[in-house]
Structure formats: C-alpha cells, structure tokens
C-alpha cells in the first residue's frame, strides 16, 4: 500500500479536527468510517490507492492536498501521517480511532511524533470504553525535539511506562473500545504524528488499530503473538514476521531465501527465490507450521518456518540435488526493525551500536572464524532483547546499523554453508542436508528491572552454552605459565617449580619434543621424538609431590607439511586442491591439519597416542593446543569436505577423547562456542584490553565485556598474556572480565620467575579462584567502575580506570589483601605505609620463601578480639622483573622495579583454603 499524506492548511484563529476511525474486521483490511454524531462540513476522500482507509474532514475551512509518497515512514514501513502546521496560538489537531473493543491484559502501544519549530506544548492520548466512557487520560508537555521519537505506552499488571503516571494505567482485563490522540501548539511550528506502529499486542494475539505496514492479508501462519507473512507473488519470500510483538521487515536491498550453487561444470550460480525457474509449493503443516518447496532441474529444497509464542524458526533442507550442488542459503541483512533513542545493536563481541552513528555500521563475520566471540547478532528494543542466531557454525552472520530517513533502523541476517564456501569441485560432497537460524526474544532475565547488553548475554548463555561439568579445581587454584625455553631442562624446571611454595602451577613445554627446525618451536614433525628438555619420568614423583603438572604446548592446526614428513590424509587442501597454507613461520609456510580425515582414518588419534607416550603425560597434566578452539577454517578434499560446523565437531571430538579417555585437562587459545564444554581453558576471551579500554567508551558507540557475562562459570577463560607485559599491568582491568592470567616464562626465567608467578598469582589468580565456578547475573556499570554480581552471592568491584578493585565474598572484603591459596597464603597487596586488620583469627607468620624477607619492616599482631593485625611497609624493597619492549625496531629486555606483595601463611597448620 502507497504512503497517504494529509496536509492542513490551517487559517487565523481556526482549530482543525480531524477524526479518523477504524473499523478491525477478520475477513479482511480496515474499513474506515466517520465517527458518529460529529457534525460534517468537508468531502469525503480516499486516501490509497486500494482505499484502504478513508478520511473525512470536520471543517470545511481545511484544505485537502493529496500525496503519496513511496517511502516509507518512520518506522520504515507505510503509516497513514497527520501533518499541521500552527502559526498561531491555540493550532492543534485531533486523532479517533475507533476499533473493536480489546481486553488489555499485558498490550503496548507505540506513536511516533515528530516536531520542528518553537515548541509543541502537549500530546493528550484518551483511552475510552465501548460505552464511551473514559477509561483515562495521559498527556506529555514539552515535545520539542526536531527528530522522530516513540512513546511506548504499556498496559499490565506493572502500569503504564514512558511519560504515563502509573496511578493512571490500566488493570489487566480493561476493555478499550476507542483511542484518540491530540496535539496541540501555541507558538510558531508543526508536528507530524504516525501512527504506523499504533496497535496492540496481547497474549491472546495481536488486534491492529492500523495495519502498521504490515500486509495487509492474514499471515501465513501464526502462534500466539508471532506470525510470518511471505509474498507468494515473489517465490514465497519472507515478507514480514512479528515476533513476540516485534514487527521484523526485510531490507529492501535484500530478498531471503537466495540460494547459491555450483553447476556440474563448476560454475557459481545464484538463484533468488523470485527467478523464474523455480517451482515453488507452500503448505500449511499446521496452525504454527509451514513449508516452501523450490524445486528446479532436479535440485529440491525445502524451507520449514515454525512460528513459536517468543521465537520464528527456519530450516532449510536438502530433499535431492542433481547438476545444481547447493553452497549457501542466504539473503543478507534480511531482518531488520526500528531503533528508538535508547536502542541499540549488539555485535557478540561487545559492541553496542547506537542508533544514529556517525556512519553506516556493519558487521559481517564467518562461523567460528575468530578465537573471542559466540554465534549471534542482537539488538535491544526498549524492554526486549531480539536475537538472530544461526543454529549451526556452518554460516556468515551480517549485521547492519543506519539512518533512514528520519529513522534509526538495525537489519540481521545470517547465511547458512551447506558446503565449505567458496568450493569449486562439483564433486563435493554435501556436508549438511539440514541447517537452521532462529529469531527469538528476551526481556528482564536477571529481574533487575531493566533490559540491557547484560539480559542479552544471559539469554545467550542460558539458552546455548552447554557449561563445562568437569572443571579442574587444580588449573582452578594454580598460576599458569607456557615455558617456550628449550635449552632448559626437567630437573630446572622442576626446581622451580618446588621453590614456588605460595601455590601449585600448571606449565606448558614446548621443547618437549624436537621440532622440525631449532630456531621454530611452532614447527613439529610427524615423527614424534623426545625433546631437548629430556625425559620426564624420573621427575614425575617430584612434580606430584608439589601438586604441579607439566604438561606441553603443542601446535595443533599448523603443521611442517613439507619438512615435517606429514602423511598426505593429514593436510588440509584449499578451493583449488592444493595444500591449505596457513601462515609463514621464520621464512617457512606452514599448513592446516585435517581434522576430518584425521579422525576418519584414524591416524590423528594415533599420532597423538604417540605424543602422550613420549613426553610422559599422566591423567591431571594439562596441554595447551596452540589455535585449537580459535578457528575451525574449512576444508575442500572432495571427499571429506569441512566447514566450521564439522570442523568444531571434529575438534569437539578430539578435546573428549583426551579428556576423558586420557585425563588430560584440555587447553585452548580460545573458548569457542561448540568446544566450552570440553576444553577447560581458554587462553584468549579477550585480547587487547589497554588498546581496547571498554571502561572508557563514549556513545555513539560502547564496548562492553559481553563475552564475560556469557562464558564465566561455564568454563574456565584467560585474557592475552600481552597484558602483563606492561610496566604496571591493569590488574583492575583484567579483573573486570574475570579472567585467569598465563605468561610467558622465557624473559623471566629462571632468577625473576618467583616473583612473576607471586604478583600475577596474588593480584589475579587468588581473586579469580574465588568467583571461577560462578556464573555472572549482573553487572552494572557508572563512570568506569563495575560492580559484577555472581551466583554465589559474591561481588566484584572494578574500576580499571583507576586502577582498584576489591572483591566480597562470605561476608569478607578483600579490599587491599587477598584470599589464601590452596596452600594456605595470602598476601598482603597495599603499597606504602598500611595497617590492616584482618577478618581471621588464623596465626599467620611472613612465608618462608618472601623475597628479601629479612628487609621487611612489617609486623603481624592480634586485636583484642582476637582478628590479625599486619602493619607496616614492605614496597621499600621493590622487586625487580624483566621488561620487554621494542626499542629500534627489536625486542629489549630491561630490569625495572615493581610492586612487591608480601606472603603470609597460617603457623602449624595444614594447608587448606579458608
């Protein structure tokens, strides 16, 4: 239906009144009637071309100006717009629509207004019963914006929302027969007012006072308050959903379903739902069900939508495929709705892209392709979160944020890969004969009276993170540290390790196995062989008696396919056949493991069956597989063809069969969706945080720690070891995305490793162990400041900006001092002079093994209540660590001094965690 426009004319001294009713009816569109019993000096006139609505004038002094405009209004869709202007005082305008009386029980409304000019004084919206008695009566003073603004008038059990006083809402079961809007103006300007989005959405379903741009036709099916709409006329295309009350609308630019082939000469073909060679069926399967069919030179697919009170789903389906092999099905940014001043887009990294931005936003990124983020886009609409998400790692997921027009809108969509994309063998075999996407809804998840970023990662999280059930409470309680320095040997290590008494550790070795190349520890062969660091069986009595584990650090996706004697089965090809190159490691091209056929021939799982008899690794010790979780690339060998769903399958794979066949606990340099549930650690959840600095965003656009609120309690995730880099790492920082810290040990081992461990230990890892197993449900932020609430009832508190933060659990405040180890220290973290009273009764002596412990000026008392005193000043003695920075183009190692912490532990006691 084309757009209608009244303009009115208005002379001196005159009020225009204009009544507009409508009536809802079943079996077909609106029709529009004069309200009754209101005198009528004007024509009558059709306003649409298929007089979808018709407008009656009150006043015979108002001038009529007929026009259609094509495009579409503030919402984006068609609306029916009152336009006045007001030279004078007293100018205003009314609005009646008259409809079937509705129960409210739980409905909201939304009006749009647009003002320019001085001022437009009030907005008055009577709710009147079908006896025509008024229900109530709300009225908004002062709109004076220039821009379009909603106001969203909800009706329930929790009152009116927006500019309504809530004495004056509704009570659910009130029946309203009529609604009349008005506005008026006493000083120079205009208004306009749509009513596209005017229309109320119950649980009985929805009840259209306007068709809101929606077609006007019934749905094609519908559940409760969702139904779709698809255009038969274009191939049955998706033309339009509500879903739980939200009008979703395609891009014009795009159309959905478009389907992507390859023909048996290996030419891409592209074919939209709307091209004339498919033959296409659509069928009812029930009230909430139906399914399209295309068929065309023998290829048929099946689209099935279920439509669900909170959620529409599609699967597509592969029935038969004959010359036309199906790559993708897609659209692009086919789902789109409006954005109100307080909305915004949410890309799962933890971008909010507010409405408005400086320019067009868009997001665009293939499944699993990055080693930080889960598999959907979302936007929060006022008091709902709207998800679109692909059910399957096989896809590209698009997200579009713009101005049109006068309005702010967010457009979703996803692709599903039914093969690896961009494949060219016809020969390929299909991967998946059934893919799916789903657009669902969230609201208040955490009940704390708001809907925002942190609702939608709790929803995520709840609805499609499988949590991890066999966390490790040894990686849990340890400091970790990745050991790339190959000249060492087991006895050094395990030295260290023995010397490191305030906690266990979990280490990582590289040189446990020769690498195809001295210099590249990255490169391994297949030939699995002993390393540099030697045996590590006699020691491995030693290493259990501290409550270690060492582990190794192994290479899994990139191999030294031409030096490494690689056996063919186990590289990757890419779109043309040849070896899938990976990156170039000192002068050298690596390649991609093939998992698929790894595990098809079985000849991944013996090789490494050999890795776990040559470097000694018992049940407990931990590996680290290099890039394991962070990219699941494709695969092109035509007979076992991969893409990110099959490929994150096969990695699935290889995490459970180490862990729970072997007892290994299972690290990763990321936690990626589709393995959090098998690999216990995840090096990398974010990356970055001193270029990043999310504390510190600014509109139009926020940074926010989304993927803490998602993976916390659910597996165990780290941050980028590039942190504690720095002179003086942002301990409040890392502590604001709790997450567990690794390092590197080359720089510093092994004369200031102690001192590393202690620092990242007691200023981090202490803290983190407290809240691990915790999942998130709150985190509210003002200035920089966090305050992260956890299941358990325990706080965090974190203000990376300046630099502090505590943390209160059981009814005790870490504020300046630390939680006790799983060896039964603590440690004391405030600089200069400090007095603090401990919250303990424990008897508590200076550990052992203190660096520069006959230096300290400290001293450790009882109160009379018995709690420990400790006073004093022990940062006079500063610690020295190594710091690596790049000084003319090359890597610099130089001594600085940094913060000390002093070590405490309980006199004649075991050791135990408070």
């Not at 809802?24 to 019993?37: E, N």
């Not at 979990?506 to 001295?518: E, F, I, L």
């Not at 018995?866 to 000084?887: E, I």
Request: overall charge neutral; proline content about 6%.
């Amino acid at each position: 239906m084309t757009r209608g426009r009244l303009s009115l004319g208005l002379p001196n001294g005159t009020v225009a009144a204009l009544v507009l009713a409508v009536a809802l009816r079943g079996d077909g569109p609106p029709t529009a009637y004069a309200a009754g019993g209101v005198p009528s000096a004007g024509p009558e006139q059709d306003f649409s071309d298929e007089a979808a609505f018709r407008i009656k004038v009150l006043n015979g002094a108002v001038k009529l100006n007929r026009h259609f405009e094509e495009k579409p209004g503030p919402t984006g869709k068609p609306a029916l717009t009152l336009s006045f202007d007001s030279p004078r005082e007293n100018a205003g305008a009314l609005l009646r629509w008259r409809c079937a009386p509705a129960v409210l029980d739980g409905q909201v409304f939304q009006v749009y207004l647009e003002t320019h000019g001085e001022r437009l004084p009030y907005l008055t919206v009577r709710f009147l019963a079908p006896n025509g008695k008024q229900v109530c009566r709300h009225t908004y003073f002062g709109a004076t914006s220039a821009n379009w603004q909603p106001f969203t008038f909800a009706v329930g059990e929790k009152g009116a929302a927006n500019f309504f006083d809530p004495k004056g809402g509704f009570s659910a079961g009130q029946k309203v027969g009529e609604i009349s809007l008005e506005l008026g103006g006493d000083a120079g300007g205009s208004a306009r007012v749509s009513v596209s989005d005017f229309c109320l959405v119950g649980s009985s379903g929805t009840q259209q006072l306007r068709t809101a741009g929606k077609p006007e036709r019934e749905p094609f099916i519908s559940s409760g308050d969702t139904a779709l709409w698809l255009e038969e006329k274009g191939g049955h295309s998706f033309s339009g959903a509500l879903v739980s009350g939200q009008w979703l609308h395609p891009d014009v630019t795009a159309s959905y379903p478009v389907f992507t082939f390859v023909d048996s000469g290996g030419k891409r073909v592209t074919l939209p739902c709307r091209d004339g060679r498919w033959q296409t069926e659509a069928r009812k399967l029930d009230a909430g069900r139906a399914a399209v069919r295309y068929s065309c030179s023998g290829t048929t697919l099946e689209l099935t939508y279920t439509a669900k009170s909170e959620s529409l789903e599609c699967r597509v389906s592969v029935i038969e495929e004959a010359d036309l092999r199906l790559e993708c099905v897609g659209g692009g940014t086919v789902f789109g709705t409006e954005l109100g001043p307080d909305d915004y887009g949410i890309v799962p990294s933890g971008l909010l892209v507010r409405p408005a931005p400086d320019k067009p936003y868009a997001f665009n990124r293939r499944g699993n392709s990055d080693n930080t983020v889960p598999n959907f886009t979302a936007a929060r609409i006022g008091d709902r979160v709207f998800f679109c998400n692909p059910l399957t790692y096989s896809h590209s997921m698009h997200l579009k944020v713009q101005r049109a027009g006068e309005t702010d809108l967010v457009y979703m969509g996803t692709t599903l890969y039914f093969r690896p994309n961009d494949f060219r063998d016809p020969k390929t075999k299909l991967v998946h004969r059934e893919l799916a996407w789903r657009i669902e809804l969230a609201g208040d998840v955490n009940g704390d009276a708001q809907v925002d970023w942190v609702d939608c990662g709790l929803a995520y999280r709840d609805r499609y993170i499988k949590p991890n059930r066999d966390l490790s409470a040894s990686l849990r309680d340890s400091y970790i540290f990745y050991h790339p320095t190959k000249n060492d040997s087991y006895e050094k290590i395990v030295r260290t390790i023995e010397r490191m008494d305030f906690a266990t550790g979990h280490w990582w070795v590289k040189g446990a196995m020769v690498t195809s190349d001295r210099e590249a520890s990255e490169r391994h062969p297949y030939k699995v062989e002993r390393g540099p660091v030697g045996d590590k069986a006699p020691y491995a009595a030693r290493i259990r008696a501290t409550g270690s584990r060492v582990g190794i650090y192994y290479g899994h996706d990139y191999i030294d396919a031409k030096d490494g004697n690689w056996p063919p089965e186990l590289i990757k090809t890419d779109p043309d056949g040849n070896w899938h190159k990976y990156y170039v490691s000192r002068g050298k091209q690596l390649y991609y493991k093939d998992n698929i056929r790894g595990l098809a021939t079985g000849k991944l799982k013996e090789h490494y069956e050999t890795i776990i008899d040559v470097v000694r690794l018992e049940k407990g010790d931990s590996v680290q597989l290099d890039t394991f979780a962070a990219y699941a690339r494709p695969g092109y060998h035509p007979d076992y063809p991969a893409t990110p769903q099959n490929e994150t399958e096969a990695k699935h794979e290889i995490a459970r069969w180490l862990k729970y066949e072997h007892g290994i606990t299972v690290g990763a340099e990321a936690i990626t969706e589709g393995t959090q549930d098998v690999v216990d650690f995840g090096s990398v959840t974010y990356k970055g945080l001193d270029r990043w600095k999310f504390w510190k965003s600014k509109l139009p656009r926020q940074s926010v720690p989304l993927t803490t609120v998602i993976y916390h309690g659910s597996t165990y995730c780290g941050v980028s070891w590039y942190e504690l880099r720095k002179k003086t790492p942002n301990w409040a920082a890392l502590m604001a995305v709790c997450g567990k810290h690794w390092d590197w040990s080359s720089v510093a081992y092994p004369k200031y490793i102690y001192e590393k461990a202690a620092r990242t230990f007691f200023n981090c890892h202490a803290f983190w162990a407290r809240i691990a197993d915790h999942k998130i449900v709150d985190i509210d932020q003002e200035g920089t400041a966090y305050t992260i609430t956890f299941e358990n009832g325990a706080v965090l508190w974190t203000d990376p900006e300046e630099k502090r933060f505590w943390l209160q659990e059981n009814g005790i405040r870490y504020d300046g001092f630390s939680p006790f180890s799983s060896k039964g220290v603590m440690a004391i973290l405030k600089q200069g002079d400090f007095d603090i009273t401990l919250p303990i009764k424990d008897d508590l002596e200076i550990l052992p093994s203190q660096p520069h412990r006959e230096k300290l000026d400290v001293t450790i008392s009882k109160t009379d209540e018995g709690f420990v005193r400790v006073a004093g000043n022990f940062s006079k003695v500063p610690w020295k660590q190594p710091f690596l920075f790049n000084k003319n183009k090359r890597e610099v190692t130089e001594e600085i001094d940094v913060e000390p912490v002093l070590m405490l532990r309980r006199r004649n006691e075991s050791d135990g965690v408070r």
